[in-house]
């Protein structure tokens, strides 16, 4: 018998506080037009070598872009997001979403998976234990009951998909070149939001730039350097390296 999982959001809205929100272009874009700080989140990975997930082929090949790195090539994955290391700036005292009908759309999809490979686990969400109880189906086995939820987890990934070679000029346009490994970690930025929106107004195109790789493991930039790859293990001083 296949397992219905159902969901009903008590509006808790612990899911708005702590959490970097990812953004699609266009939402980047707004979220610095109204004042806000974006992070910016990049790892990387050779195609059919280090960090790429072999099982997730297709879908890390789709949402990624090729860069120059040494004399050889990486694909790196960009990630725009929210920065919100306490509350959200948009929670208002009520914790309630003050952008509500504008808000993003993974504000919109949350707490599904965006990414097809990961499986839905209510234990390593926020929301309490009463909103798993409550509400209308959200999961029949692994297959979405709302089609309009649906519909917006297909957009964010169509999103993910449009937007990497726009998301990349504009790192290369602002100096954001150093990636981690996926698997590794992630090279976190936090940019001048002047500079980033000026970017995202008119994105330049791809410069052909050199692309680097923070990697902290001796044997593991030992093999990336097999590749042709450039890599780093100097303490960063424009981005932080969170290692996994
Ligand atoms: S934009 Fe709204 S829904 Fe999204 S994290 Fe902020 S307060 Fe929550
Ligand atoms: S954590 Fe879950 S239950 Fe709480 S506001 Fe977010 S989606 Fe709703």
Redesign the pocket.
């Known amino acids: 018998m296949t397992a219905t999982l159902r969901f009903g ?8 506080s702590g959490h970097h929100v990812p953004l699609t272009l266009a939402e980047a874009g707004r979220w610095a037009h109204d004042g806000g700080q974006v992070v910016v989140l990049i790892e990387a990975f050779v195609t059919d070598g280090p960090g790429m997930p072999v099982e997730q082929r297709e879908h890390v090949l789709r949402r990624s872009y090729p860069v120059a790195c040494g004399n050889g090539q990486a694909r790196v994955s960009v990630t725009f997001a929210a920065f919100n290391p306490g509350r959200c700036r948009n929670l208002d005292d009520n914790d309630r979403c003050s952008i509500y009908e504008q808000r993003p759309l993974v504000c919109r999809i ?2 599904v998976e965006i990414n097809p490979h990961l499986p839905l686990r209510p234990e390593a ?4 234990p009463e ?1 798993w109880q409550q509400g209308p189906a959200l999961l029949h086995g692994t297959q979405l009951v709302d089609a309009g939820l649906e519909a917006l987890v297909q957009a964010s990934r169509q999103a993910d998909r449009e937007d990497i070679a726009a998301k990349v000029a504009v790192c290369q346009a602002l100096g954001m070149t150093t990636s981690a490994l996926k698997g590794n970690g992630f090279t976190a930025y936090l940019p001048d939001m002047g500079a980033f929106a000026g970017a995202l107004a008119q994105v330049p195109d791809d410069d052909g730039t050199q692309w680097t790789l923070h990697v902290e493991d001796e044997t593991l930039a030992a093999g990336l350097q097999g590749h042709g790859l450039h890599t780093t293990n100097e303490p960063p001083v424009y981005y932080a390296f969170i290692g996994f």
Not at 9 to 16: E, F, N, S, V
Not at 125 to 128: A, R
């Open positions: 959001c008590t509006g808790c809205g612990k899911c708005c949350y707490p969400k926020d929301c309490p909103a």
